[in-house]
């Protein structure tokens, strides 16, 4: 390939405002489709019973490290705003579930995780990179989508949660 071609790619990739989406991916302003969530150890629910609360939707992998270094802040935002007023989930891509587990485990992760089976969320959510965090209204419709790691629990970061969310400190 010639170097004006390899820049051209270049030049595209980093283009604001142009990215790739997955199939069936749900755009900001949509509203998340049905979806099963499979946990851990078993465990099974239903993406819908997450409405009615905000709900912030994290995709990682156990191998990814800016996945890795921002679940602490997750698990203290989950933690500061409690299952009353902001639902907290994680949604692993790792291929190897005890992998994955051994991770939240480790680093004593209590808000709700579960393991993306089918690549079914990671389309629908468009994780074509992670981490992707995606803050979901109480009716179930995207608000933001935000791409790379962050301190969550920061007050750039909250400022912008409770913002668009709508909640209070």
Known sequence: MNKAL?????????APGVSAKTPGEVEVGG???????????????KLSEFR?????????????GPCRA???????????????KLN???ISTDDD???????????RITFENYL????????MLGASTIPLTILVDAQGRVVE???????????????MITRSLHLKR
């Open 70 to 84: 921002e679940m602490g802040s997750l698990e203290r935002l989950s933690r500061r705003f409690g299952r009353n």
């Open 31 to 45: 509203y998340l489709r049905e979806a099963p969530l499979y946990g851990f150890f078993g465990d099974f629910r």
């Open 6 to 14: 390899l820049i051209f790619f270049w030049l595209l990739a980093l």
């Open 88 to 90: 907290v989930i994680g």
């Open 145 to 159: 989508k935000i791409n790379g790691a962050r301190d969550w629990d920061s007050p750039e970061s909250l400022s």
């Open 116 to 123: 993306d089976r089918n690549l079914l969320l990671e389309n």
């Open 52 to 64: 009615g609360k905000p709900l912030i939707i994290n995709v990682w992998a156990s191998w990814c």
């Open 97 to 107: 579930a005890a992998a994955a587990a051994r991770f939240l485990s480790r680093a």
